[in-house]
């Protein structure tokens, strides 16, 4: 996700469902997914929101896959829906509802954003 939003282009729609949270650097993707692919819509969940660290290891079952030998710091930062919710409106974006996973979804109660683009004036 970090190497290759530059290689996509113009999206219309932005689903970041099941990233965010294991991302080293959650906002630096945010802005990089909104510089390099220019979304209307960003929809997102946010599956741990509170700000903290958590340590995961690279190429486990469900963690970041890392090709060539490359290192990582074997961390991960999730961030809170406040934090979240200022960086994409920081990012031109603002949020037009907030749902929830269904009670007998894997994530069950953690919130689903949708954001749009804000109209340039």
Same mark, same amino acid.
């Given at each position: 996700?970090? &190497?290759?939003?530059? +290689?996509v !282009?113009?999206?219309d $729609? ?33 599956m741990?929101p ?5 340590? &995961?290891?690279?190429? +486990?079952? !469900?963690?970041?896959? $890392? ?7 074997d961390?991960?930062i ?15 974006y ?28």
């Amino acid at each position: 996700m970090h &190497e290759d939003l530059d +290689q996509v !282009g113009k999206v219309d $729609v932005a689903l970041v469902l099941g990233v965010i949270y294991h991302s080293h650097a959650p906002l630096h993707m945010l802005e990089k997914l909104v510089n390099c692919c220019d979304p209307e819509t960003v929809i997102i969940d946010n599956m741990s929101p509170i700000f903290h660290w958590v340590p &995961e290891i690279a190429n +486990q079952p !469900g963690m970041r896959y $890392v090709v060539d030998g490359r290192k990582t710091c074997d961390l991960v930062i999730t961030v809170s829906n406040e934090l979240l919710l200022q960086a994409m409106t920081n990012l031109g974006y603002q949020l037009l509802t907030k749902d929830h996973y269904p009670a007998d979804a894997r994530g069950a109660g953690n919130p689903i954003f949708h954001f749009q683009k804000t109209q340039a004036d």
